[in-house]
């Protein structure tokens, strides 16, 4: 079989940044709310009140800003490559990942939608577990924002079936389960903390410079 290199949908894209946005609206309401405290207290010394809410609104920008304009690189640099032996996943900007997870060591497929997957995007992701994840809840290794899920989970099945047939009886059994309701979603989880992770490495370069 010839590698078949997959994207996430630009779906995946909308989604990332809704989330983003929600986060940063959450935290703008909590931090508002502080700063309308601090500046009760502050109104009774006569001080400025509005540099209190100022102060709130910069330090959620600070982050939400770098975000946004990561997850345009970050879609952009995620690629799935299903190979004959392996699958491989490619992602980040800065701190630019290549992860490979080869067929000898999975022991399972999981496809997985959460509630914006089902009600908004139309999407899924595929989660290879493997030996050495065997007995936690994560994955080795997530295939996020797919619009065709079960067509690539089928792909992955027969690639294993075929290569685990070239080695001789199975050792492990493949099981999936169809469905899965998330209120946040693993994969969703793990995009935000790369975003982030690229944020920091941003500003480290930035700080050495």
């Known amino acids: 079989m010839r590698p078949l290199v997959l994207q996430p ?7 990332m940044r809704l989330i983003i946005t929600s986060i940063a609206l959450l935290f703008l309401i909590g931090s508002l709310a502080v700063a309308w405290l601090v500046a009760d207290d502050a109104a009774a010394y006569d001080n400025d009140q509005t540099l209190f809410y100022a102060g709130a609104i910069g330090l959620n920008l600070l982050w939400y800003l770098p975000a946004m304009l990561l997850t345009g690189p970050y879609y952009r640099s995620l690629s799935y490559e299903i190979q004959d032996d392996e699958v491989i996943v490619r992602a980040g900007i ?11 060591t999975v022991t399972n497929l999981t496809i997985k939608r959460d509630i914006l997957d089902r009600w908004l995007f139309g999407l899924g992701s595929l989660h290879i577990q493997t030996a050495g994840m065997s007995g936690t809840t994560g994955a080795e290794e997530v295939l996020g924002g797919l619009s065709d899920v079960n067509d690539v989970y089928g792909i992955v099945v027969r690639e294993l079936q075929r290569f685990r047939g070239a080695m ?4 492990t059994e493949i099981a999936a389960e169809a469905e899965a309701v998330s209120p946040t979603g693993s994969a ?22």
């Open 188 to 209: 969703t989880a793990e995009v935000l903390n790369a975003i982030l992770a690229e944020v920091r490495a941003i500003r480290e370069s930035l700080e050495a410079g």
């Open 94 to 104: 800065w701190t630019h990942s290549v992860k490979h997870v080869p067929y000898r």
């Open 9 to 15: 949908s630009s779906r995946y894209l909308s989604k």
């Open 168 to 171: 001789g009886p199975a050792t």
